[in-house]
T-cell receptor, first 114, second 113 residues
Framework: DAGVIQSPRHEVTEMGQEVTLRCKPI?????LFWYRQTMMRGLELLIY????????DSGMPEDRFSAKMPNASFSTLKIQPSEPRDSAVYFC????????????FGAGTRLSVL | QKEVEQNSGPLSVPEGAIASLNCTYS??????FFWYRQYSGKSPELIMF????GDKEDGRFTAQLNKASQYVSLLIRDSQPSDSATYLC?????????????FGKGTKLSVIP
């Protein structure tokens, strides 16, 4: 079975540009999570969707970050405008129904903002 | 602020030995506990999960939970060089926030052949 699919795997952009990261959760999973991983802060939850609805966006760092989930099989995380401090690995994860269910991670997108 | 603490390591063990990884957490209401393995440049991969006090075994891996002490551990028996990775402890939130995983910064394990 296909796992969580993320694209692109690597993104290099210049400060001020818009960046869009994409995620396809595991089929049948109704919960989706976006995380950011840095050496300094480790792995942090940015936003949580359940049944395509954003439930918890308290981890979104600022208004430059936005996330959408237009349907059960697709989500985007957008950064506009991007800044060098946004450089990190961004992971998408999905779980069967949220709660205590196991979260399965995608391969991640390594973002570098120059 | 929920916290999950792990020794950063590196923890070095010889091949065939038992590796012991530890984790403490601050949210006394947490009900779910996970160990993820992350190879360099890769994504976190679930190794074990545990919900109840005591031990849970799966192959060479044993997770141990002590909620009174707010302590979780992972034992890896017969350690192999392929076990060399960073191990992340993740703790679920309490109540309606049970979906919210707080991750430790990980312990880097090195298994020496």
């Amino acid at each position: 079975d296909a796992g969580v699919i993320q694209s692109p795997r690597h993104e290099v952009t210049e400060m001020g540009q818009e960046v869009t990261l994409r995620c396809k959760p595991i089929s049948g999973h109704n919960s989706l999570f976006w995380y950011r991983q840095t050496m300094m802060r480790g792995l942090e939850l940015l936003i949580y969707f359940n049944n395509n609805v954003p439930i918890d966006d308290s981890g979104m760092p600022e208004d430059r970050f936005s996330a959408k989930m237009p349907n059960a099989s697709f989500s985007t995380l957008k950064i506009q405008p991007s800044e060098p401090r946004d450089s990190a690995v961004y992971f998408c994860a999905s779980s069967l129904s949220g709660g205590r269910d196991i979260q399965y991670f995608g391969a991640g997108t390594r973002l570098s903002v120059l | 602020q929920k916290e999950v603490e792990q020794n950063s390591g590196p923890l070095s063990v010889p091949e065939g030995a038992i590796a012991s990884l530890n984790c403490t957490y601050s949210d006394r209401g947490s009900q779910s506990f996970f160990w993820y393995r992350q190879y360099s440049g890769k994504s976190p991969e679930l190794i074990m999960f545990i919900y109840s006090n005591g031990d849970k075994e799966d192959g060479r891996f044993t997770a141990q939970l002590n909620k009174a002490s707010q302590y979780v551990s992972l034992l890896i028996r017969d350690s192999q060089p392929s076990d060399s990775a960073t191990y992340l402890c993740a703790v679920g939130g309490s109540g309606a926030g049970s979906y919210q995983l707080t991750f430790g910064k990980g312990t880097k394990l090195s298994v020496i052949p």
